[in-house]
């Protein structure tokens, strides 16, 4: 390939795909498609996720321009429960519901995937109705059982909000998963065993896969657990982009104005030059769980001049546990403090503040399931500290 782009292009703003691909040695681009995803009249599972992952990767090949030669990999990845299609919920008490229908049961995974050409790379490939390949991939998901407090608990912590069935297996949600019959890769979003073969067949797998791909090709729980690589600045931008189109679209559902809500960036272990992608891309709220993860990322900003005025109109929030003795400088490193747990801390914090001139916006951090190993108030006591 001559190209200096990358020849492939990712149909899709989801992370866990990107991941699965980056950490499988793809190189790759994301253009986000533009597909109604409501199912035909007595269309199947099947037929759904396949004609949605096709539409998707033709979409995005209709607007490229016919001279190059880009290659787009379109999925769409479903839960199915006795023929019925579980979505995404649509709030918290949606996800509570959701997680009932499978928890204790066994669930179907199906995800369609499509890899479709540009003109001008059709010339180079061999063509089937416009698709160098388009299948469905199943696999088999066991639930244990667990109580509505737990449920809650895990609601309460936000992954499942925007995960098909309400959980994601490469997060804290696998805790419920008994066994994965069939491609694991496939319940995250992309069956890498299916795919990988046509990228390699096309020349697009560009680089060497990280260790835990080289012996295996659909990784099991070491790629799980090892989706930590650097996006592309424009594929945060993508993604930031895809974002702020959900908001939008659920304030126009709850009759709320998007400007409302506050899109915050959890950045821990995420490198400097992503934070200052997003920030390109206008994203202002960021958060670390680490102080001192946190001041190495700010003093770096501060010592480069062309960042200065970048920095400055970021607002740093804190989300992890913050012990009494770094009180001070959580104060002076951070704009927002979310886990304030105990009046100790309460009353630190604010002796601190007063030194520095400064009022902080904070966040009481609540123990709603009543977890020993998790910090947060325990909800007898929260009157108290509130007050």
């Known amino acids: 390939m001559s190209q200096k782009f990358s020849p492939l292009i990712l149909a899709s703003a989801s992370p866990r795909r990107r991941d699965l691909l980056a950490n499988a040695g793809v190189t790759f681009e994301i253009q986000i498609s533009q597909v109604d995803e409501t199912p035909h009249p007595d269309e199947s599972p099947e037929a759904l996720v396949r004609r949605l992952a096709l539409e998707k990767a033709q979409d995005v090949a209709t607007r490229l321009p016919r001279d190059t030669k880009r290659w787009i990999l379109g999925a769409d990845t479903i839960v199915v429960i006795e023929g019925k299609v579980l979505g995404k919920p649509r709030d ?32 180079d490939a061999e063509q089937a109705e416009g698709g160098v390949f388009c299948e469905v991939v199943e696999s088999r998901v066991r639930m244990r059982n667990a109580d509505e407090a737990e449920i809650r608990a895990y609601v309460a912590g936000g992954e499942p909000l925007d995960k098909a069935g309400a959980y994601a297996l490469q997060g804290e949600g696998r805790k419920f998963v008994e066994h994965v019959e069939g491609s694991e890769s496939n319940v995250i979003g992309l069956p890498l065993e299916k795919t990988l073969p046509w990228l390699r067949r096309y020349a697009l797998v560009t680089t060497p896969p990280s260790e835990a791909t080289q012996n295996c090709e659909d990784p099991p729980a070491a790629i799980v657990s090892a989706m930590s690589c650097p996006a592309t600045p424009r594929a945060i931008e993508a993604q930031i982009a895809a974002l702020r189109q959900r908001i939008a679209a659920a304030c126009l559902r709850a009759g709320r104005k998007p400007d409302e809500v506050t899109l915050l960036a959890v950045c821990k272990k995420q490198p400097l030059a992503s934070i200052l992608a997003a920030a390109h891309a206008e994203q202002r709220d960021f958060a670390e769980s680490y102080m001192q993860e946190a001041r190495r990322k700010r003093t770096k900003l501060q010592q480069s001049s062309r960042n200065c005025e970048s920095e400055t109109k970021l607002r740093w929030h804190f989300t992890g546990h913050l012990q009494n003795n770094k009180a001070k400088e959580a104060v002076q490193l951070f704009d927002v403090l979310h886990t304030v747990d105990r009046i100790s801390l309460a009353r630190a914090l604010d002796q601190h503040a007063a030194a520095q001139n400064k009022t902080m916006p904070i966040y009481l951090q609540v123990n709603l399931g009543n977890e020993p190993q998790k910090s947060g108030v325990a909800i007898h006591d929260l009157p108290a500290l509130a007050q």
């Open 92 to 123: 918290a008490e949606d996800a509570v519901n959701l997680l009932g229908q499978i928890l204790g049961r066994t669930h179907r995974v199906l995800t369609g995937v499509a890899l479709v050409s540009s003109p001008a790379a059709t010339q």
